[in-house]
């Protein structure tokens, strides 16, 4: 099977976001939403990018699978958030962007709160963006400078190639890999706390989590996702034959049709 490449994701059309919000004085603080196309109250997918955390990567090329999401019933609250290389980026204030972003959705009209569910608030993040998806969904550690940020309660999480393992992921050799230290200011040994309050593999992950994986990942390894299933009885591996990395985003591949089916499961 063929794998679908970054170029071929950028390349893909889309239906431009219906608001642009600020949460912030950054213009990389932003979030795109897409109203969803259904007439009663929609669940909220909060949509998060991936590029290993690097500002060389921006929401630009998760356009499309947000518009594809909104024509399937789901309104899109996908977010921008300061990442390595701008200031402020790293931890903690790329992970505080990501409460922050998902917070603003109350600035939102009435009109368009109105029509959403809040109840059904599900982070869909993809690579390093699934890493914040689901550390995002978890339940911080007390000692956290950032615990007890969100203002409403996330009832699942979804990763699509997702860094659960932040320890493992930056003794690695590869470009992304290393982006990890990056992010944290060091290795695991030096930034022990950090990693502790970081890492979704050393959190409490409530809910529902699924996490969707190409076996072919030469970027993100699938023992990412399957690893953090063995720890965790309410996390789900779909793995995918012969998928990559990019396979995962692709709006018009067999993966969409599994996002789908995830997502339902977890808005039972």
Known sequence: QSKTSFTEIIKKSYQP???????????????EYWRAEADAQAPLVVLIHGGCWL?????????????KLRTHGYAVWSIEYRRIGDV???WPG????????????????????????????????HSAGGHLALWAGARQADSSPLANKLKHKIKG?????????????SQGSSSCEKATVKL??????TQSQYYAWASPHLLALPGKIVLLHGEADGIVRFEQSSQLSDGFENVTVVPIAGKGHFDLIDPDGLVFDHLL?????LRQ
């Not at 944290?184 to 040994?189: E, H, S």
């Not at 089916?261 to 499961?265: F, G, H, I, N, Y």
């Open 17 to 31: 976001p219906d608001l642009t919000i600020n949460y912030g004085d950054s213009k990389n603080q932003v979030v």
């Open 55 to 67: 500002n060389a990567f921006d929401l630009t090329h998760i356009r499309p699978l947000a518009s």
């Open 88 to 90: 402020g980026g790293g």
């Open 94 to 125: 790329s992970f505080a962007d990501v409460q922050n972003a998902i917070n603003a959705v109350d600035t939102l009209e009435d009109s368009d709160l109105n029509k959403l569910d809040l109840d059904n608030i599900i982070t869909v993040g």
């Open 157 to 169: 999480s979804i990763g699509l190639a997702a860094i659960s393992n932040l320890v493992t992921y």
């Open 184 to 189: 944290m200011g060091g290795g695991a040994d």
């Open 261 to 265: 089916s995830a997502l339902r499961e």
